[in-house]
């Protein structure tokens, strides 16, 4: 679990500069993210920032490719940590804390999607009458960044044809890069049946991919 | 293996997600299947589509505004909660609103009992207006203020209680526990007259006379409210007692 070691190093770098946890705690803190989970509990809002500055950046990017835009991103990262903060004392700290983390975070994306409407898989019928569907980048040009912006848009809406579920199991699985057994606890499913939706989100998405690649095909030859 | 079956599994092949012999077989049969190749090559070629999927960076003003905001929504709710979820953080909303609902219904048979006791022994000759000077109703009034305070400094601390167990409060909060303490406080009037719940009589919707019972100087007023159990009774003395008044 290569990036969880990398939230780690980080979380001990940051937590090295500040002051240690009191020797009188138990020993039982096996990572500087659970003694700043304790601090926090007790009210230390400086170690709350902590946490979350250990985290922002992969709560605020499940969200993006869960929800698809920088707003509602934003907006359900900041509900996540809420949620996280008044959840505290129920998190139990031999558990994986991401894991916990990733769980609230998929739980307010749907939330989120639900309240703005969102809940429904959008059919690629429904984004071509909308006019939602831009030209496929050329190989040469993908330096740009508005080419960037724009193949992320599209994969955006690739996402958002899939349900609930299988997006939240494609978007760890292959985006997060967890393992499937990690993300069947994070889901509270089992690792079959994140198989089961993880291949049938690629299936769509090939699919999506693949009508989205001939209708521009089409269109330049209009 | 057949096509069909490989047709299943070439999506989690191109994961990763096959178990290694299974990906041998599958390996296998590519290598004799050219329209299995093709499909697989798609396959992979969507994957890295997919996975090339990169996050904005998301400037580091915007991360600080967002954690600003985070810190600050924690410290107003704080300041909000309520005593009883800081010394009973782990009850449940549900048993807070269930001591809450037997906290009020306590608090009401009071207000009542007390109410009665005043009311019952009438003293003869309008003693209680006379003597002390002050009308029943503004005692009342002020043991409703007081009980009345109590209840909804209990519909309060419960309410922040429950929002407090209860992540989200934008999203996904139940609505329940703080609207029923809503309409359990709303049924208590705030003014001076006296709350009591009536298991008899239901007819005027308002009535003013004068009470037989009490010392001659009181007048009564009663409201029926829209919940037939609900009558307020205010009790006020007769403004300038006169020799025609009392006959
Ligand atoms: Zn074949």
Redesign the pocket.
């Known amino acids: 679990m290569e990036w969880n070691n990398v939230a780690l190093m980080a979380d001990q770098l940051r937590f090295d500069d500040r002051t240690v946890t009191p020797a009188t705690e138990p020993r039982s803190f096996n990572s500087p993210v659970v003694a700043l989970v304790m601090r926090a509990r007790t009210g230390d809002l400086s170690a709350f920032d902590q946490l979350i500055i250990a985290h922002q950046q992969r709560v605020i990017g499940i969200a993006w490719r869960m929800l698809g835009n920088q707003d509602d991103a934003q907006d359900a990262a900041q509900e996540t940590f809420l949620r996280v903060y008044k959840h505290l004392n129920g998190f139990d700290t031999k558990q994986d804390f991401s894991g916990w983390l990733y769980r609230i975070t998929v739980n307010v994306c749907h939330d989120l999607a639900r309240k703005r409407g969102r809940g429904n898989p959008v059919s690629l019928d429904a984004e071509r009458e909308a006019g939602n569907f831009a030209e496929p980048v050329s190989p040469h040009n993908t330096e740009s960044s508005a080419m960037h912006a724009q193949e992320r848009a599209i994969i955006a809406r690739a996402l958002a044809t899939l349900s609930e579920k299988e997006r939240a199991a494609i978007v760890l699985r292959d985006l997060e890069g967890l393992t499937t057994e990690e993300v069947a606890g994070i889901l509270g499913s089992t690792p079959t049946t994140v198989r089961s939706q993880i291949s049938s989100a690629r299936a769509k998405i090939k699919t999506f991919r693949d009508r989205w690649l001939k209708r521009s095909v089409q269109n330049r030859e209009r | 293996?057949?096509?069909e079956h490989?047709?299943q599994l070439i999506p989690l092949y191109v994961g990763g997600d096959l178990e290694p012999p299974e990906a041998d077989d599958l390996r296998h049969?590519?290598t004799?299947?050219?329209?299995?190749?093709q499909?697989n090559e798609e396959f992979q070629t969507s994957q890295n589509w997919l996975t090339g999927f990169a996050v904005p960076e998301f400037d580091e003003a915007s991360l600080a505004n967002m954690r600003a905001s985070v810190l600050s929504e924690i410290e107003r709710q704080e300041k909000r909660g309520s005593w009883i979820h800081w010394l009973l953080p782990k009850w449940n909303p549900r048993l807070v609103l269930a001591v809450s609902t037997a906290a009020l219904v306590a608090v009401t048979a009071l207000s009542v009992t007390v109410y009665r006791n005043r009311i019952a022994p009438p003293k003869p000759g309008g003693d209680l207006v006379t003597k002390t000077g002050i009308p029943v109703s503004t005692d009342d009034g002020q043991s409703g203020t007081l009980a009345e305070n109590r209840l909804s400094g209990n519909g309060t601390s419960t309410a922040t209680g429950v929002k407090r167990r209860f992540p989200g409060s934008k999203l996904s909060e139940p609505a329940l526990p703080e609207e029923a303490l809503n309409n359990g406080g709303l049924s208590f009037p705030l003014e001076p007259p006296v709350t009591v719940p009536e298991q008899t009589e239901s007819e005027t919707t308002m009535s003013v006379e004068p009470e037989d019972k009490e010392p001659k100087e009181m007048l009564r007023i009663e409201l029926q409210t829209a919940d037939p159990n609900i009558r307020i009774i205010w009790l006020a003395p007769k403004a300038a007692p006169t020799e025609s008044n009392t006959k």
């Open positions: 293996m057949k096509c490989i047709e049969h590519l004799g299947c050219a329209r299995c190749r499909l």
